[in-house]
């Protein structure tokens, strides 16, 4: 009698047990088209898509948005056809494909007519927006989806490109992906103060909710290659890009920004001549505001310590003494012009803060911060804004002379 | 199995404390305290807060006390009389239904929404009321000893979350501090307060502690350990977030998870970890929501079948928790709880305790 409780009481532990570890709502990896980069364009149809509607197959729709997305791993066979964007034979590690619409999800789901798996944001690493396109709508529209969808991860990053993103997007080399090594350069942030720091979608998030205009790293594109050059302004309430800043601002504004890694070199010319190269290693940048009278003034002190790194100097002499001061000299005049040409665009050209002055005036005064928080871009452009550069050499490297 | 025999000591009693207090609110809580706040004052509200609710929770164990081996819903009575213990306790069951009810929803809108999207509502909740019940209806020292293996998971997986999230942490997002006065601070009390609620286990607790004398002890460690999480939370979400980022999301403390990733730690993403973990908590607060409901039938009514009693709240809760149509009314839910656990544990205790002393019933201070 025991024996059959025992018998029954194990055979029902097995059924639970081999009901309970199946999952209910389970789908396959296999069956599933992982995106892993999006790239937004303004609208243009696909030879596909065209000859799809000459056949009656479209439905109402304006073609404001051509949504591209990279889907990893991409096709093994070689029927690619003449969307632009993918590889067009052989294996390739990703796929890109194209679709117009009005609406990022009403065009997601229209994937679902041409393909058989379903897209899924999980994995979604790096959105790649054209710059002509955020011209034409503010970044809070073109990536209200984005934000709102429940399986894209707010650490997904951003970037801008100068021309189409889905140029972007291709790689000539097939088996390297575009979206996973854009996100590898923005890593680079630490060794070259050309690149902005990566800024995710929880971090953009911020920004526009804050009411701030923000910058973005731009990415150009040439023949399947891809460089990250410059950044983007986008301006506060509007959030729609209007203007570039170059590398070389980019340089600059990394030295009135204290939450900037410290990377990057100065290049000047010495008396002879010849070029010498002093790297960053460490950066102390402390912007300091002054309310008086309900003026408002920034002063930025920023001193670096660095090794000197390249000297052509052809009959190499010992680097001592005067020597160095004047290199060191020379670096932070370098350093003070490209400032100059920055903060000079930032507030007469576009008039918009995007160093994080408004940060430094909140925390430090918030009385006068509420009194200008609304309009603070136009406050900003009047503002006097002074600064003091110091470059130390700290040490020649491993070879001294 | 008879419940009056059971005692617990003051250490489980804080953990009862702990388990019941974290549940639902943490995930809402930097959102719906800093939006009430405004700057990023928010901590220094959560802090006060705290300590307000201490001294409410200290109230609250010193009428217990003096009516040692009963709960509330046995000792109303002497108090206040018949009749009007009676509707006190209908309140007080009705409201610990409705609290599982509530918990029970939000677990079934957040699995839906990050883990289980395609799954039906109905089929999470069941699972989840049946394990319930299973783990009530072995009784106290049942519960006691799954919460003691549930807490301590729950401290380290959340803590150590928590800090990873170090990377995106900016100090600049939680300054000035108090830049614009205490205004913001005495705001954001409100909201704050409301996910204080859960000290209120212990107008039942007290009852079956082996040591009554320790519950004052047992209240102010219970409330210390989620007061300090709580801080946790919300420095790291505001720090990391900032302010303006978190005014839209609306799963903060998730999302803050959502927001990183680490390559080369067995995990890249911790999100489902800490999911798991919280519906750990929003379990032991459903459990004992649900345990507490039914003693009160049973002291109120003097009914004796408790397992009974049990199976009978089931369908109850389960029609209470399908009640909010959507997030939005479910939210709603959860902010009138808050307000009427305020009237509940917080403004009545005092009157029954000044009662209890002007009328002279139960014992001295024991």
Known sequence: MTSLRLWLRMICALLILSLISGCWSSREIEDLSLYVGLGIDVGQETKFEKKISAQGGGYPKEEIVTATVQIAPGKSSGQQSDEGGSPS???????????????????????????????????????????DIAKKYGLKQLLDFVLRDNDIRPN????????????????????????FYLTGITNNSYISNKILEPVSLAKLDAEMQSGSSFLLQNVLNADGEDKFSGGSIFKAKTTKFIGELSQTDLEALSWIMPEEKAGGVIKTYSKEGFTVLYEIKKKTIKIIPKVSHGDISFHVKAESEGWLMEDWRAPEKEEKGA????????????????IDQMLYKLQHTYKADVAGFRDSLRIHYPKTWKKVKDNWDEVFATVPITYEIKTNVVNPGSSTE | ?????????????????????????????????????????????????????????????????????????????????????????CANILYF????????????????????????????????????????????????????????ITLVIFVMEILLSNQLFEIGNLRPVLGEGIMPVVKGLKPSLLSYTGYEVMLVITAYMQNPKKSNKAMTWGLGISTS??????????????????????????????????????????????????????????????????????????????????????????????????????????????????????????????????????????
Request: glycine share 6%; proline share 4%; aromatic share 10%.
């Open chain 1, 323 to 338: 020597y160095l001061k004047e290199l060191e000299q020379d670096f932070a005049k370098i350093v003070d012009q490209q």
């Open chain 2, 229 to 366: 999480i709580y801080l946790i939370t919300v420095v790291m979400v505001v720090g990391s977030l900032s302010l303006d980022g978190i005014k839209t999301r609306t799963w903060p403390t998730l999302d803050l998870v959502r927001s990183f990733e680490i390559q080369g730690l067995i995990f890249e993403r911790f999100e489902s970890l800490l999911l798991v973990i919280w519906i750990l908590q929003i379990f032991s607060t459903f459990a004992i929501t649900h345990y507490c409901a039914s003693v009160g039938i049973r002291d109120l009514f003097k009914a004796k079948k408790m397992r009974t009693i049990m199976y009978c709240l089931l369908p109850f809760i389960y029609l209470a928790a399908m009640i909010p149509k959507n997030v939005y009314e479910t939210f709603a839910l959860g902010d009138m709880l808050g307000n009427v656990s305020v009237v509940l544990f917080a403004i009545l205790p005092l009157v029954l305790l000044l009662l209890s002393i002007i009328r002279k019933k139960g014992g001295k201070h024991a």
């Open chain 2, 97 to 152: 239904m409705v609290i599982a009810a509530f918990e029970i929803r939000v677990m079934a809108d957040v699995t839906g929404m990050y883990l289980l999207e395609r799954t039906p509502t109905w089929a999470i909740v069941m699972v989840f009321m049946w394990i319930g019940i299973y783990l009530i209806s072995g009784g106290l020292p049942v519960i006691v000893r799954v919460f003691e293996v549930i807490l301590p």
């Open chain 1, 89 to 131: 034979s052989g294996k390739s590690s990703y796929s890109n494909e194209q679709l117009t619409g009005d609406s990022l999800l009403q065009i997601f789901r229209q994937f679902s007519l041409r393909r058989d798996r379903p897209l899924i944001g999980h994995h979604l690493k790096v959105i790649v927006i054209s710059k």
């Open chain 1, 156 to 179: 997904c990053l951003v970037l801008i490109s100068h021309h189409r993103a889905l140029d972007v997007l291709t790689s000539k080399d097939p088996s390297r992906i575009p979206a």
């Open chain 2, 1 to 89: 199995m008879n419940d009056s025999q059971v005692k617990i000591s003051t250490t489980q009693a804080v953990v009862i404390i702990v388990n019941y207090m974290l549940g639902a609110g943490i995930l809402t809580l930097p959102r719906t305290t800093s939006k009430a706040v405004g700057t990023p004052d928010v901590w220094i509200s959560i802090i006060l807060s705290g300590l307000i609710i201490t001294g409410v929770g200290i109230i609250l164990v010193t009428l217990c006390r003096r009516f040692p081996e009963k709960t509330v819903f046995q000792f109303t009575r002497e108090i206040t009389g018949r009749w009007i213990a009676y509707i006190l306790g």
